[in-house]
């Protein structure tokens, strides 16, 4: 009997945890590039990329090569066992990427929540301090000190009690929803006063566009402030790169475009196309403030990973896909406003940094009602018409767009065209 997404979502619900969510009741079969065919023959746009990993694409030749040579080689050491060349040259490459003049390191691990637990450990271990403080809207994770970090309950954390403590949130700014930086540098100062002297914070952690928050850009003067107000205080400034970096804001990571550098950057994602990798780059002395056997993992900084992200930054260069993603996010952007103009009672904001892209909807063009029933039903009908997407935002009423960077003009073009029947049929 031929396999139906129908029949695997049967035996899924049986034997998978309904905590793991399933967006698209969908199953994937073979992708290339921004093509995504399911178990039944069907193709589909694919407009999501993973949640931002495929930012070169699904299956690229160039990595699928690399991946393909590190496998006849080795898979697996340990790296704190035996080393491989491969993990070192990534983080001599990483160093190099992320912004800062100052020496830097960098620790490669396999997830993003990793990744942002690691970061902690330094703050506090460098600074010799234990609070951080996080923002409203924040996405850092799924792991617990990254819960108590995420800045929404329901559905991440709903139902296990309190997080870990010594987290503090602050208000992320967002002009559209009446926060202004000001307000924001003001919700830190309370904290200071209210909550936690500024020497018990070891960092204050931020992402440079929110993800799963909803997109939003830190404005440039905020950023400017927040660092002046971590150098003011001895705080070390954490800059969640997990879903900005790898290229998907025009610049390899989102703080180039920042006027100032973090101490500690975390990326993850779209770093090894596809593979599971992640980690932390920092300034020298921070990174090196952990004793040996205090950071890494069994299977931290894979070999194989490793050889995707290297190939991945190869592709970059080789295939100017930042130029690629300033294109990408110019035609889709301008499409999107043309749709925007069609219904704007429904489309309150179309918002970008390079190819990272949302669409906000509100009920009756009224900012103070998102209307995220009418996000629900275009993600619902794209798919039904061919199209991959995926909605966002602390009130679930942001479309967001994180199509690969290699997809065609043409595949943009078609994606645009069936997100424009979508709102028409609303």
Do not use: W
Not at 120 to 141: D, E, L
Not at 180 to 188: G, K
């Amino acid at each position: 009997m031929s396999k139906t997404n129908a029949s695997l979502m049967k035996r899924r619900e049986a034997a998978v945890p309904r905590g793991v969510g399933q967006i698209h009741p969908i199953f994937a079969d073979s992708a290339k590039n921004a093509s995504v065919t399911d178990v039944e023959g069907r193709e589909f746009i694919d407009f999501a990329g993973g949640i931002a990993v495929l930012n070169t694409g699904h299956v690229h030749p160039k990595v699928i090569a690399a991946v393909t040579e590190q496998l006849n080689k080795l898979t697996h050491t340990c790296f704190q066992v035996l080393a491989y060349e491969p993990y070192v040259e990534l983080c001599e490459k990483i160093n190099a990427k992320v912004p800062g003049d100052f020496a830097k390191k960098t620790l490669l691990v396999t997830t993003g929540s990793e990744a942002v637990e690691n970061a902690v450990k330094i703050a506090r271990a460098s600074t010799g301090r234990a609070g951080v403080i996080a923002f409203t809207g924040a996405y850092h994770g799924r792991t617990m000190m990254t819960l108590g970090l995420t800045g929404k309950v329901v559905p991440y954390s709903a139902g296990m009690g309190l997080m870990p403590g010594g987290i503090f949130r602050a208000l992320y700014p967002n002009e559209l929803h009446g926060v202004s930086i000001d307000d924001s540098i003001a919700s830190i100062e309370r904290i200071f006063k209210n909550d936690a002297e500024p020497r018990d914070i070891a960092a204050i952690i931020i992402e440079p566009v929110q993800g799963e928050g909803g997109f939003y850009v830190a404005p440039k003067e905020f950023m400017k402030r927040l660092r002046a107000l971590c150098d003011q205080h001895g705080i070390l400034l954490i800059a969640d790169e997990v879903q900005t970096g790898a290229g998907r804001t025009g610049t390899f990571f989102a703080m180039e475009q920042m006027g100032v550098a973090a101490d500690l950057t975390t990326f993850a994602k779209s770093i090894a196309g596809g593979f599971p990798l992640a980690g932390v780059c920092g300034k020298a002395e921070y990174m090196d403030a952990i004793a040996p056997g205090g950071l890494g993992g069994t299977y931290a900084g894979s070999p194989i990973a490793c050889a995707a992200a290297l190939a991945v930054m190869e592709v970059f260069e080789q295939e100017h896909l930042l130029d690629r993603c300033k294109a990408v996010g110019e035609r889709l952007v301008t499409g999107l406003k043309a749709i925007q103009a069609k219904h704007p009672a429904v489309i309150g904001e179309v918002r970008a940094l390079g190819a990272m892209i949302a669409v906000e909807l509100f009920e009756n063009g009224d900012s103070h009602k998102p209307n995220a029933a009418a996000v629900a039903q275009v993600v619902a009908k794209a798919r039904d018409k061919g199209l991959i997407l995926l909605s966002c935002g602390t009130y679930g009423n942001v479309l967001r767009v994180l199509v690969p960077l290699t997809a065609p003009d043409a595949q943009l073009d078609k994606g645009l065209a069936i997100i424009e029947e979508c709102f028409a049929e609303l």
